[in-house]
């Protein structure tokens, strides 16, 4: 996932035009599941925008007015009609676990921030459990070396113990090796990148921590420690300014691109440029946040045209309140279609 140096020369020539778009976010879910291969039972198995879930005490939450998109590929029904071999669909299911990227940020407020990362694995119903296994095998050695480098601070060898999704709330038990004996910083960040991932799951608002069966005390990201459970907005402070949650970092996006995601902007606005696989820029404008003085969230869509399918990259910043530079950018690696 190199960045283009065309991408980086072309943004310092962007003209601030486009239209803006007020923005939303999300939900809820029923899942449980067990430390084997479990039978998680849910109403939907499709990963959602959960831009909702950053709202707290001293966040303003968005009101949502866009659902997010079911997931693309669902089990195909047997054929009616009796074969002697009957033929199954092979399904996929595409789920993003949250790890770090390295990035500049902004002045007192620098990276490395969380981002969801696109994976596909064999369809299953245990969403939760299949993302939290993808979460802890970590990044790839090519995303690993990459520029920007993706990189995790979960350790090698956790183990899920136990998943139950009730009522909005994830209760996960994991092994000794989670916490081990790091310090309270770095626990945040790996609780952090837990939190992102399943609240990214369809209906599910807050993470309940327990190990090796018993509870487990909460770091937040504010250096507190909490025994209730925790959600997106106790992590801020390891997220994007511009933090996009869909398209996913390396995913594939439709055609319009749908974005959603949540950030915190001066006046509520930022920037966007979307570029193909050449580096050229084939739509460009400004979209705004909910949240003026604060977090908030975003949705809008990004009409283009490409020939064929390709990668391009989704570019998002914020342009400084004082001297009107780029601060903040962040690139999305993403698939295009025609």
């Not at 601030?16 to 291969?37: E, F, I, K, L, R």
């Amino acid at each position: 996932m190199k960045r283009s140096g065309a991408v980086i020369l072309s943004l310092t020539l962007l003209a601030a035009a486009c239209g803006t778009n007020a923005v939303t976010p999300p939900g809820a879910d029923t899942t449980t599941s067990t430390s084997q291969q479990p039978a998680e039972t849910s109403t939907t198995v499709g990963l959602t925008s959960t831009t909702s879930t950053i709202a707290s005490a001293t966040t303003t939450s968005p009101s949502t007015t866009t659902t997010a998109a079911a997931p693309t590929t669902t089990a195909t029904n047997p054929p009616t009609t009796p074969t002697t071999q009957p033929v199954v669909a092979s399904t996929k299911l595409s789920v993003a676990p949250w790890f770090f990227i390295d990035e500049d940020g902004q002045p007192g407020r620098t990276g490395p921030f969380l981002a969801p990362i696109h994976r596909e694995v064999t369809y299953t119903k245990a969403v939760g459990r299949v993302s939290l296994e993808q979460l802890f095998a970590g990044p790839t050695a090519g995303e690993r070396d990459s520029v920007p480098a993706i990189s995790s601070t979960i350790p090698s060898g956790v183990k899920i113990l136990g998943l139950t999704i009730k009522e909005g709330i994830a209760t996960v038990d994991l092994s000794d090796e989670f916490e081990g004996t790091d310090d309270s910083a770095v626990v945040a960040q790996r609780m952090a990148q837990v939190v992102f991932t399943l609240t990214s799951i369809s209906h599910v608002t807050e993470v309940l921590f327990r190990q090796e069966g018993k509870a487990l005390p909460a770091q937040t990201g504010d250096g507190q420690l909490v025994t209730r459970p925790v959600m997106k907005a106790d992590y801020l402070d390891f997220a994007a300014a511009i933090t996009v949650e869909k398209p996913v970092y390396g995913g594939t996006g439709g055609n319009p691109l749908h974005v959603t995601g949540f950030g915190a902007a001066f006046e509520a606005s930022f920037s966007y440029a979307l570029t193909d696989a050449n580096g050229l820029i084939i739509a460009e404008g400004h979209a705004l946040t909910t949240n003026g003085t604060g977090w908030g969230g975003f949705d809008f869509t990004i009409p283009y045209k490409v020939d064929s399918k390709q990668t391009g990259a989704l570019i998002v910043w914020v342009n400084s309140a004082e001297n009107g530079s780029q601060i903040s950018v962040r690139e999305y690696p993403v698939t295009l279609i025609p």
